[in-house]
Structure formats: structure tokens, C-alpha cells
């Protein structure tokens, strides 16, 4: 991989300047309006893909955004990795809050990024680390040292929930046909200490519509007499977590696979600094699961988050009101062996059954999906660690991610194939948050690791 180094150390600044490109492009999956910009980076992504090497590079078209694929087989006998991602990316609001443009990149330096970290939507999550691996394949397949087949199926519509994937690797299982899926969407803990997730959570994203009086009243006329919807609902909320943080619904937990002591040792040797991390957040204390630590908290145990609420006036100033109708949309990330469907069923009875009869209520399903838990001891996983191993001069050490990727779970369901999520982006880079980033360190280092994988990942195989 000498020639290959060579290639990526003599491009870092063309690779920055198109990365620059792709993330001014606002491809936001979860807003219509942006559908023609969510199109136009599909093409961007693939014509990127023919430039690097690739064939059979298609853009395919699904009843929302489309899908990238290429692929380059170079010995249908040698190993064949999948690499997916998404080019699309959250909606950057609160807009106020961003201290530059969400899509006017820029390079500022941090206190985690000495180096210089470029701020934009998706430079983290996920086109940054998209855009390494079309990097990284370019430089092999332009020095010719591409060890192994390589496909590439980018998606644009991750952060709505891959509504339209699922079907499609079903209805394209041959076009799939790999021996492992290559994932970077995830984080690492530290640049200084490199690590591999080993899971992700599962999903179940509900809303709720609480309804009192057929209109919105006065509330000095008929408050005090007739239930206030945004009252019930902010207790009904309230009630779902018990003294301990222990989530309420009944049957929540019967599914949950206990961490045994000896991974949760294991698991507590990456290094957490509790301070350093209350003080990035701006918190005084941290909060959860009683009998847990604020990295089981975030990666083992299941929780129930409102996401938003809203209902009555939220306009300047005030307005005397008890509203008609309250809202929230709940999200509970789930873990092993717990299934999307039967959690929401599971939230939806008991939400209704807490329900006093002054209100209504109506139960909405969102997106799901399911949790993982990947090998540490299979030959992917190696060819990761020591990928890493070889770039950061550090063994990466293990650890389960707390977000989630749904498609992750059907690869293994539908495909029978396993992943490796090898990501490079840091968790206080602020993914769905004002003022993303990802460190200039994370993107080059990304790109210089992913041919190692390709190598040791071939190597492995052959013996
Ligand atoms: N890349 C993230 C998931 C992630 C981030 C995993 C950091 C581990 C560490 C992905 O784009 C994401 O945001 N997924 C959504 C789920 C989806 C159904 C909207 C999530 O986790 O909220
Ligand atoms: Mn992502
Ligand atoms: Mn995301």
C-alpha cells in the first residue's frame, strides 16, 4: 500500500477541496423542499465514483431518495467488501445557533482538533466519511493495489429511517453479494485513542397526540375545570421513568440481554473522563439507570427520550390559552434481544392505558429499527484492528455505539452479512447538532486506514 499512501499524502487537498464541494450541497432527506438538492448530491456522489474507478455506477431511483451504487470487481475469486454510507444529513436547525453557515463549510481549529476541524451538516455524519472511502478506493485503484472486490451502495435517506433500503437489497441480493459490509457512520473515542464499535442500538420513534376540550379556552374561564392536555401529557411523560430512571412501561425490559460482569469490565476499560465530559456538555451532573455508568447508560441499556413537545402558544409573549391539543414525538433506543415492533406495542398500550379519561390520545409510529451486536473475533473485526492498529500506532479498543443505523440489522437478516463499523468521527463532533465538525485528522487518517482494511481484510481471507 506504499504506492497508495504515496497518492493519498500528494491529494489532501484536492480530497478536502471536493469534500468542501459535496457538503455545500443541502441534501436534507427529511425536508421536500430539499428533494432537488438531495438529487443533485446523488449525482455528485456518483459521478465521484466513475472518476475513482468504479463501473456500473448508477444512481437508483426509489419512491423517495435515490441510491448510489458502483463497483469494481478485479477477481471475482478474491473477497468482496460492501461499503454503504448516506449522503444525506440532518436538518441544521436551530439555524440561529450555528456560528457559521450549515453549508458554507469552514476550517477552524478546537481544542480537539488542533489540526483544524471543518465546520458544515454532514461533514461527521455522514459525507466526510463517505467521501473517505471514495478517497481511499481512487488511491488504489489509481496506483493499481486494489487487493479486492469493492462495491459501494450510498444512501440518502438514513436520517429518516432507510424507508426505501430495505427493499431494495432484498430486490438486488446479487448485485450485493459481498463478504462483509464496511460502515464508517459511527465515532471513535478520542484521535488519540482509536476505537471500533461493537453494536448499535435499535430504535422505536413514536408520537403522541394528547386531546382535551374540542377547541382551544380561555384559561382563566375554564381553566382549573377542564383538563389541560399539555398538563396531562408533560405527566404522563414524567410517570414513564421511575425514581431509579428505570423506564415504566410494563414488559420494557423482558428482553434485554444482561451484559455480563466480564464484558461490562471490559467495556469500562476505554477510558471515560466524567468531568471533561460534563463540562463539554454544560451540565452539572449527569443523569440515568441507577447500577449503571454513563457509558453503559449510552451504549447497553435501553432508554425513552422526548425528542420534542409542543402544544398550546409558543408565540412572543404570552397568551392566556389552555389548549385544545398537546404533542411530543418519543423515541426509545433499544438493545438486545428487544424488537422495534414489539416495543412500540409495548408503549402504546401502556401510553393509552395511563391515559385519565379527560383526554384522548392518539399514538403515531414512526421509524424503527433493530439493535446489533457484531463479532470482536471474526476475521472483519481483525483486519479493522490491525488497519488501525497500523495508522494510529494503538490497538483500537471495543466499544458498543449508543446510535443506531437501522439497516445495519437487515444486512445480516436479509443478506446473512456481517459489519464492521469502523468510524472516525469523535461523539462531540456535533452530529445533529449546530456547528458540526470533523477533524481534518479524522478525514486523512480515515482515508490513509481504509486501505490497510482492504488489505488485511484480503490477506486474512486467504489464509
Ligand atoms: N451515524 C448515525 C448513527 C451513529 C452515530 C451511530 C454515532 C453511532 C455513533 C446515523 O446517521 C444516525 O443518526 N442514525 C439515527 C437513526 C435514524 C433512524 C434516524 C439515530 O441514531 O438517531
Ligand atoms: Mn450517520
Ligand atoms: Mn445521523
Not at 472511502?133 to 435517506?157: D, S, T, V, W, Y
Not at 465530559?277 to 454513563?294: F, H, P
Not at 397568551?319 to 412500540?344: D, E, G, H
Not at 463532533?429 to 487518517?445: A, M, Q, V
Request: with cysteine; proline share 7%.
Amino acid at each position: 500500500m506504499l504506492k497508495t499512501q504515496e497518492y493519498i499524502a500528494a491529494n489532501r487537498e484536492k480530497n478536502l477541496g471536493e469534500l468542501l464541494e459535496l457538503l455545500k450541497i443541502p441534501s436534507i432527506s427529511a425536508d421536500s423542499k430539499y428533494a432537488p438538492d438531495v438529487a443533485k448530491t446523488a449525482d455528485w456522489v456518483a459521478e465521484k465514483l466513475r472518476l475513482a474507478g468504479a463501473d456500473n455506477v448508477k444512481v437508483y431511483p426509489t419512491e423517495g431518495h435515490p441510491i448510489v451504487y458502483g463497483e469494481k470487481i478485479i477477481d471475482p475469486k478474491k473477497p468482496t467488501i460492501l461499503v454503504y454510507g448516506h449522503y444525506d444529513v440532518q436538518p441544521p436547525d436551530p439555524l440561529e445557533l450555528w456560528e457559521s453557515p450549515p453549508f458554507e463549510p469552514i476550517i477552524k481549529k478546537t481544542e480537539l482538533h488542533p489540526e483544524g476541524a471543518i465546520y458544515a451538516r454532514g461533514s461527521c455524519d455522514d459525507k466526510g466519511q463517505v467521501y473517505m472511502h471514495l478517497k481511499a478506493f481512487e488511491a488504489m485503484m489509481k496506483q493499481g493495489e486494489m487487493p479486492c472486490n469493492a462495491k459501494f451502495m450510498i444512501e440518502g435517506e438514513e436520517e429518516v429511517g432507510s424507508p426505501n433500503l430495505g427493499r431494495f437489497i432484498v430486490t438486488h441480493r446479487d448485485m450485493l453479494k459481498a463478504d462483509v459490509v464496511l460502515i464508517s457512520d459511527t465515532s471513535m473515542i478520542a484521535n488519540d485513542c482509536p476505537s471500533i464499535d461493537t453494536g448499535l442500538r435499535g430504535l422505536s420513534y413514536m408520537e403522541v397526540t394528547v386531546t382535551g376540550p374540542n377547541r382551544d379556552l380561555h384559561s382563566g374561564v375554564y381553566g382549573g375545570a377542564v383538563a389541560n392536555p399539555a398538563n396531562i401529557l408533560a405527566k404522563m411523560i414524567a410517570s414513564m421513568h421511575d425514581e431509579n430512571n428505570h423506564i415504566t412501561i410494563p414488559g420494557f425490559y423482558a428482553d434485554v440481554v444482561e451484559v455480563t460482569p466480564a464484558e461490562r469490565a471490559a467495556l469500562a476499560e476505554a477510558p471515560f473522563d466524567e468531568k471533561a465530559y460534563m463540562k463539554d456538555l454544560g451540565v452539572n451532573a449527569v443523569w440515568g439507570e441507577k447500577g449503571y455508568t454513563s457509558s453503559e447508560r449510552s451504549s447497553i441499556r435501553p432508554t425513552l427520550d422526548v425528542n420534542g413537545i409542543w402544544g398550546g402558544y409558543t408565540g412572543e409573549g404570552a397568551k392566556t390559552v389552555l389548549p385544545s391539543k398537546a404533542f411530543a414525538k418519543i423515541s426509545m433506543r433499544l438493545v438486545p434481544n428487544q424488537t422495534s415492533a414489539k416495543i412500540s406495542k409495548l408503549f402504546e398500550d401502556h401510553f393509552k392505558s395511563i391515559a385519565p379519561p379527560s383526554v384522548q390520545v392518539k399514538v403515531d409510529y414512526h421509524h424503527g429499527g433493530e439493535p446489533v451486536v457484531t463479532p470482536i473475533d471474526s476475521v472483519p473485526f481483525k483486519a479493522a484492528s490491525m488497519a488501525m492498529q497500523k495508522t494510529f500506532g494503538k490497538e483500537p479498543i471495543p466499544c458498543r455505539g449508543g446510535g443506531s443505523i437501522p439497516i445495519v440489522a437487515l444486512f445480516e437478516q436479509e443478506l446473512g452479512l456481517k459489519s464492521v463499523l469502523f468510524g472516525f468521527g469523535l461523539n462531540s463532533d456535533n452530529l445533529h447538532s449546530p456547528n458540526e465538525k470533523f477533524g481534518l485528522f479524522n478525514f486523512y487518517k480515515g482515508i490513509e486506514t481504509i486501505p490497510y482494511f482492504y488489505q488485511y481484510f484480503t490477506e486474512l481471507n486467504a489464509q
